[in-house]
């Protein structure tokens, strides 16, 4: 379809009348002061980690048992959350050993070179796992402050304290958690056939 034509006056006056918008706009808040601590470049996108002194949010109204179970799983998964931020801690500081250092130098052979870039990749991958653990654990923490923690998300039973102490983020009780890794064995296969 062809668009008509308006007179060249009809269109200059639209142009002058203000842009009518559907919704409303939020005002802009004010920028920080120049003085402000700058962040590095992402720091935003990095988690904010709760201090681990700080006393946890507890849910309003807990019977003294429930009291117990909420202060007995938070000891646990900060515990854990420490453990595992040790064990970050530990293999990010590390760096690279003088013998790994003459390796590196000497290595004339590709398969040493090959050898060391496989050492460095695996130590890689195990920092990548360890973050994901600490991620978790302070997800089980928010569904902890929220109430929520030690509660399967499928059924709604109370996940058993003997798997949260193997498996402190644990969202799904064992027999949901079974049933997810079947529908998930079976998806996998018919996608291979």
């Known amino acids: 379809m062809a668009a008509k034509a308006q007179p060249k006056k009809q269109v200059a006056e639209k142009a002058k009348q203000p842009v009518k918008t559907m919704s409303k706009t939020k005002p802009i808040s ?62 990010f500081g590390q760096s690279v050993t003088e013998d790994q250092q003459q390796r590196l130098e000497s290595a004339k052979d590709v398969g040493d070179q090959a050898l060391m870039d496989l050492e460095r990749e695996v130590g890689i991958s195990l920092m990548e796992m360890r973050n994901r653990k600490r991620q978790l654990i302070d997800e089980a923490l928010g569904r902890l402050r929220d109430g929520l923690y030690g509660i399967c998300a499928e059924c709604g039973v109370e996940i058993s304290e003997r798997r949260l102490a193997v498996m402190p983020f644990a969202k799904l009780c064992v027999e949901c958690q079974a049933r997810q890794e079947l529908l998930e064995r079976i998806e996998k296969e018919e996608e291979r056939d």
């Open 30 to 91: 004010p920028m920080k002061d120049s003085n402000s601590s700058k962040e590095p470049a992402g720091a935003a996108a990095l988690p904010v980690e709760p201090e681990p002194e700080a006393k946890p949010k507890r849910p309003a109204m807990l019977t003294p048992d429930q009291q117990e179970r909420y202060d007995s799983l938070h000891r646990m998964l900060m515990a854990k959350r420490q453990e595992i931020l040790k064990e970050i801690g530990g293999s």
